[in-house]
């Protein structure tokens, strides 16, 4: 199952991109080049999952809302103004 989600994050060019990153920032470390797979395997490993929570956070409500109200009322509702 993890190699599943993995496998659909690596498709993702923004995981790539923070792969990339990552590669690079650790060769530093290292010294050396420590390659795609292995910078890709930490990444996935260490911080995949801070970064699905951010980029793709899971809806709160089946509506899609995460305050329990449709898009349409919210508009509607700001839409009134008081009458003065």
Known sequence: MEDVKS??????RKVVEEINRHLWIESEKAGYDIGFEKAAQDWLQHFSQAWM????????????????????KAQKSSSKSPKS
């Open 7 to 12: 496998h659909k994050l690596l498709k993702n």
């Open 53 to 72: 929570d951010y980029h793709m956070p899971k809806r709160q409500n089946p509506s899609g809302s995460q305050n329990g109200s449709s898009p349409e």
